[in-house]
């Protein structure tokens, strides 16, 4: 029903956003990954998905085609809603999903919070195929069993960072630096982020 919504950003929070244009503002729902995109941004453009339920309207904004592909995807799988599709989409970067799903990575999909195992397993059966052929180039994703990688977390967790903020910031540090980083860089790098 709509497509794109565009115009000044009145509100910005890491859930959700606040897009005024002919005098209304439109309460969107984001992820982080929206949220990271468009923050500091005097004006933006919100790529839309319409949820009607019961009890509520709700509209869900991104910043890219394929987030929202992505997304539209996600809640076409049995047991997954908008919310947690969102939760999804938060937690790790399309590419990142992508290559989670392909790699059939059903440990990594486990640290999303309200994600258990068959949830896992079941986003993988019913999306394997089609994430193939959105198109979208996966990411490199660092070997669980990566020893630096581990001891770095058990460090940024011990000092009190939450196991899910943690792991996307090595992440992200391991896509810049390259697999051979050692603990020491991971966590120096990790706390100038978090």
Do not use: W
Not at 31 to 37: D, E, I, K
Not at 85 to 92: G, I, T
Not at 100 to 124: C, F, P, W, Y
Not at 128 to 153: F, R, W, Y
């Amino acid at each position: 029903m709509y497509e794109y919504i565009e115009g000044k950003l009145t509100a910005l929070h890491p859930d959700h956003a606040v897009v005024e244009t002919s005098g209304i503002g439109y309460f969107i729902h984001i992820t982080l990954n929206t949220y990271s995109a468009i923050n500091g941004l005097p004006q933006c453009r919100l790529l839309l998905h319409f949820v009607v339920r019961e009890d509520a309207q709700l509209l869900f904004g991104f910043d890219t085609a394929e987030e929202r592909q992505l997304f539209r995807l996600l809640i076409a799988v049995s047991g997954i809603g908008a919310n947690t599709a969102r939760l999804v989409l938060s937690s790790m970067s399309p590419g990142e999903f992508i290559a989670a799903i392909t790699h059939e990575d059903v440990n990594g999909l486990n640290k999303i919070k309200g994600i258990g195992t068959k949830s896992a397993q079941r986003m993988i059966v019913e999306l394997k195929d089609k994430v193939a052929k959105i198109g979208i180039a996966s990411e490199n994703m660092v070997p669980s069993h990566n020893t630096s990688q581990n001891e770095a977390l058990s460090a940024l967790t011990a000092l009190g960072f939450s196991k899910a903020v943690a792991e996307k910031a090595i992440q992200r540090i391991i896509n810049t630096t390259g697999e051979r980083a050692t603990v020491e860089i991971i966590v120096k790098e990790a706390l100038k982020i978090l």
